[in-house]
């Protein structure tokens, strides 16, 4: 192999031409109710403390609603935040916003995109029945070591990133980033909110991430990374709650050479346990910890033919025990494990029609359950500026909040494996599975008003068969002798089933100096529980009409300069 260099000198400059591929990426991708975050448009945003924050930005989302500042927690079309899978880089985030719903766990320096499935994913994605927030962390610097130092009424953080093994071209590199932040919102609210419930604001949470890559010259690559999150409220002469999360994993990146297949995978470990303490002293808390193991190839059949398939396999535990309202112990310690295979095929018919069959097998062994899942997602370009897109698929999950969708406000947020003693029937048939299960229906155009601007428009449908909720009404043990009293009455569980649907309008409008984000949102969310007789309720983030506007502007010497404006509004 002869390498060439050569080097320009003396040449004339010529302006700039500008090739986007995005027009070309979105006659290529079916992309349906799926929303891609990149770091810079977190800065588009007004931000608490002046630090941008991932969370802020998820809450102008189409069809998402969040619940507020206290134990906020997002609900997405329809689904509660169980019903939601959060990935860090593959690894599953079972609690990913602080007590105090301003801040997320994650540190926006280190990211690279954020991708939000709200409905209709494909069978690539597994063990939820609403969405999936993927979050990918970007490598460390290849060339030379930075950071970042912030500070905040709210709290600091720094960030260190550089390389182990400079990058050369043709050679391997090594390099590592690192992540810290913490609060001190207890500390300094006396002082700097004391017209604030006395200057006593009891949050504070502190967060680490790391990560170490090995890029090989070929492409391949292999990462180790990890972290600890953790949080505490504690309310004076009331209840205190703290929880840790901690993970760690592996991933990989493989390319062959000669070949038109990509392997990666990884392996992952996660453990997330949360405490509440009371006056009354008895014992609440929840934990849950697991391992995952996964395996995709990618095969790139011709330049718009995809087929992409994998295995996984996932086993977890859970611990749970609280008392309810009425004193009533409710407790579960449970091993369960689930093995899934899925393939996608994306097809492209005269480049105008792109069809993506999928399938998921989804096998929770634990319960002796199997599931088939199909999936299909399609795409119509009519011409390069319309497009018409549609998907629908089962889906279905095992993993279950210990907070009751009645809830308002509820900060003990933790989970258990789908039970085994549920309601033997609901509305008069019998109870037959312990999952939960929903089916989606998604159809929307897309229009490109012109070279940076463009309308999305989608309604939706989650029709959710079944569900499984913490039994707040009980009163009774479920002992031999209270058999004569009604289930609801006894019983640790409840079944529900729902619905939620709507349609989203969403304007985008992007150029070097200005950025428009509107978002006009129609949901309606309906569940039903059964007490001797079918009983309808609408879930607190049922909210009819939601609006967000973004709007930011970069101005001055070099654009350094910048203006940014968020407008909400909600209403039902």
Do not use: C
Not at 10 to 26: F, H, I, P, T
Not at 242 to 265: A, E, H, Q, Y
Not at 487 to 497: F, G, N
């Amino acid at each position: 192999t002869q390498n060439f260099y050569i080097i320009l000198s003396g040449g004339q400059e010529l302006g700039s031409v500008s090739v986007s591929a995005e027009k070309l990426r979105k006659s290529k991708e079916i992309n349906i109710s799926k929303t891609t975050i990149k770091p810079i448009q977190l800065t588009r945003i007004p931000s608490v403390g002046g630090e941008p924050d991932l969370v802020q930005y998820l809450q102008v989302l189409p069809g998402v609603v969040f619940s507020g500042d206290q134990g906020g927690q997002l609900y997405i079309r329809g689904g509660s935040p169980v019903m939601n899978k959060v990935l860090l880089d593959g690894l599953t985030v079972y609690n990913p916003f602080h007590s105090i719903g301003l801040f997320s766990v994650f540190d926006s320096d280190i990211l690279k995109s954020v991708d939000v499935y709200s409905a209709g994913f494909s069978a690539e994605y597994g063990g939820r029945v609403s969405a999936i927030v993927d979050v990918k962390t970007k490598d460390g610097s290849k060339t030379g070591l930075h950071g970042k130092v912030n500070s905040s009424p709210f709290n600091s953080k720094i960030m260190l990133e550089g390389p182990l093994k400079k990058y050369e071209v043709g050679k391997n590199s090594t390099s590592f980033i690192l992540s810290y932040k913490n609060s001190y919102l207890d500390q300094s609210a006396p002082v700097i909110y004391p017209y604030i419930n006395d200057g006593k604001l009891p949050y504070s949470f502190s967060d680490f991430y790391g990560k170490l890559s090995f890029n090989a010259s070929t492409g391949s690559n292999f990462h180790v990374f990890g972290f600890d999150f953790s949080d505490k409220v504690d309310f004076e002469n009331s209840s205190s709650y703290n929880w840790k999360s901690r993970g760690l994993g592996t991933k990989f990146l493989l390319v062959p050479n000669n070949s038109k297949t990509l392997i990666d995978g990884g392996v992952t470990y996660s453990n997330y346990l949360i405490q509440q303490e009371e006056q009354d002293n008895k014992p609440r808390k929840s934990g849950i910890n697991g391992f995952n193991v996964n395996l995709t190839f990618s095969r790139f059949l011709s330049e718009y033919d995809h087929l992409k398939y994998g295995v996984e396999m996932n086993g977890f535990q859970t611990n749970f025990e609280i008392y309810n309202t009425l004193g009533r112990r409710i407790s579960q310690l449970q091993n369960t494990s689930e093995i899934s295979a899925f393939a996608n095929y994306l097809k492209n018919f005269n480049k105008k029609l792109l069809l993506e069959s999928g399938i998921r097998i989804q096998r929770y062994s634990t319960l002796a359950e199997t599931r088939f899942e199909p999936r299909i997602r399609m795409k119509y370009n009519f011409n390069t500026r319309w497009r018409f897109k549609a998907s629908t698929g089962l889906y279905s999950q095992n993993l279950m909040s210990a907070v009751s969708d009645r809830d308002v406000v509820n900060l003990f947020y933790g989970f258990l494996s789908g039970p085994e003693d549920l309601p033997k029937t609901f509305l008069g048939k019998p109870v037959e599975s312990s999952l939960q299960k929903a089916r989606h229906a998604v159809a929307g155009f897309e229009y490109d008003v012109n070279a940076i601007s463009e309308i999305n428009i989608e309604g939706y449908i989650k029709q959710f068969n079944q569900l499984t909720n913490i039994n707040r009404d009980k009163i009774f043990d479920n002992t031999p002798e209270n058999q004569i009293r009604p289930s609801y009455l006894r019983e640790d569980y409840i079944v529900e089933k729902g619905e939620a649907y709507g349609f989203d309008i969403t304007y985008k409008l992007e150029n070097k100096q200005w950025y428009v984000w509107t978002v006009y949102s129609y949901n309606i969310v309906n569940r039903y529980y059964e007490h001797e007789e079918l009983i309808k309720y609408q879930p607190h983030f049922d909210r009819r009409h939601n609006i967000n506007i973004v709007n930011s502007y970069d101005f001055g010497k070099d654009l350094h300069w910048n203006a940014n404006l968020r407008w909400n509004f909600g209403s039902g």
